[in-house]
């Protein structure tokens, strides 16, 4: 089902902007909250730009495997009894038993992207694919000096705008790709968020030399497959570490995760938040599994005995400009280690450089001036994931992802989101009891005034 027209009627107590796991966990939330509450349901919809579920499409690779356990799915850590837990999704495809026998608490991402799509059917009725959110504003109705709803302006895949309104807002439109200053993305220069689409544009034996740049998963994943999919090819992997540094995933630095850290670091000193990022940044930045390194180093190794070295890994060492002419791509290369430069030719060239969080101000635009922003210029967030505000506004604004600097380190993962989807949930919840309990008080006041 899907919201038509030029302009909605209904006022929605909450609208999700993106349908990624964070606000499909937030929907679960609210579903649940409905069903343990019938007389007082969470009116909600959701709008996803793309035209179907997809959960990091492009980097579907071959044996990928997922970077957290399986029970850190989109309910379970809040409701274990969840109809959308990762267990039920099990037993209805009918492979419990065998994913037991497997022995593995790390599911490929492809039997994960099976499940995020089985849980989106199941909540098909919540959201509206092919429809992209542009803008929110707040509305102060005429002579109020506070705005309780907020307009939000979707484009659908037909181009027509249409426009909802609602108390709050969930925004989850997820990370954004970083490429170094100065490059461009274009039918050979990719970064890794959009690699397998730009992969199957080109014929595969036309790909004699490619480049991977980083030394995160990312860039050791698509090295590794272009390893197996391109075997006439020189590969180079270009990154600025000595070696690939291992993703420590050990269970005393995996705390870090729990739901329990976030209060830790939400509430923690100065020295304390910068002591997580000190110390366990390599849970997950600039970091690989260590099977997969392991595997690089192996592949590396057998060509050496082989005698027909194709895989070449450029370690200390950075790109620093890319020339593009035709299909000519020169790569420059800048070596830490004797300040030398170098050009490279290639046929395409892959950044696997990261990303950014997300910010909620492109698409709250003049509205963003209502939100106050710390010292380092980074929105100031409660601890229930609403963005502090004046006082001029009682609708809310929620962020899942972003919060790195106010949440910590499971901010951009999926760790959490089921803990945090049910502490928004709670939250719209609890605000919105107070909202009309103090309504119900001015009116009795108002009665007993007469
Ligand atoms: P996500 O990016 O998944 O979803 C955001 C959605 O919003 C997208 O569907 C997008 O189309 C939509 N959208 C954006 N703007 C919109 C707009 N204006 N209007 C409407 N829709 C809009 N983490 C982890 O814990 N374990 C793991 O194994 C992995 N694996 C992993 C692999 C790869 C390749 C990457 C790049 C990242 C991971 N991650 C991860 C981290 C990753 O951030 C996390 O898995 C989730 O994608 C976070 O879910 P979100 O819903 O917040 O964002
Ligand atoms: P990342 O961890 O941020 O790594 C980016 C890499 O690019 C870093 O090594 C960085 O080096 C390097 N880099 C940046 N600019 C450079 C330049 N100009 N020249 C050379 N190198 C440069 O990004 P990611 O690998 O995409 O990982 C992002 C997230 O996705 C992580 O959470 C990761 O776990 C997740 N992920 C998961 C899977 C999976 O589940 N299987 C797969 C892929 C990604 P510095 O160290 O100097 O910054």
Known sequence: ?????????????????????????????????????????????????????????????????????????????????????????????????????????????????????????????????GSEVTAIRPVFEAGADTADLLEIELRGSDGATTVVTARNVAISTGLVPRLPDGMAADERVWHSSEFLSKFHQHDAADLKSVAVVGAGQSAAEITRFFHDALPHAQISAVFPSYGYSVADDTPFANQVFDPAAVDEYYYGTDSAQDAFWRYHRNTNYSVVDADVIRDLYKRSYDEQVRGTQRLHFRNLTRVTDVKRAGDETRVLLRSTLDESSEELAVDAIVFATGYDGVDPAHLLGDFDRHFERDAANKHRVERDYRLVSAAELTCGVYVQGGTEHSHGLSSALLSNIAVRSGEIADSIVMRRTERELDRLGVAEEASSAV
């Open 1 to 129: 089902m899907g919201i038509t027209g030029r302009r909605h009627q209904e006022i929605y107590d909450v609208i999700g902007i993106g349908f990624g796991p964070s606000n499909m966990s937030l929907a679960i939330a609210l579903e649940e909250h409905g069903e343990s509450s019938p007389e007082h349901p969470v009116t909600s919809h959701f709008f996803e730009r793309q035209p179907q579920f997809g959960w990091h499409r492009n980097m579907l690779l071959p044996s990928t495997t997922m970077q957290i356990s399986f029970l850190k799915d989109l309910a379970t850590f809040r409701n274990p009894l969840s109809r959308f837990g990762f267990i039920s999704y099990l037993h209805a495809q009918n492979r419990l038993v065998q994913f037991v026998n497997n022995h593995d608490f790390f599911p490929t991402r492809q039997e994960f992207h099976q499940y995020l799509e089985w849980a989106a059917a199941g909540l098909d009725d919540k959201v509206t694919y």
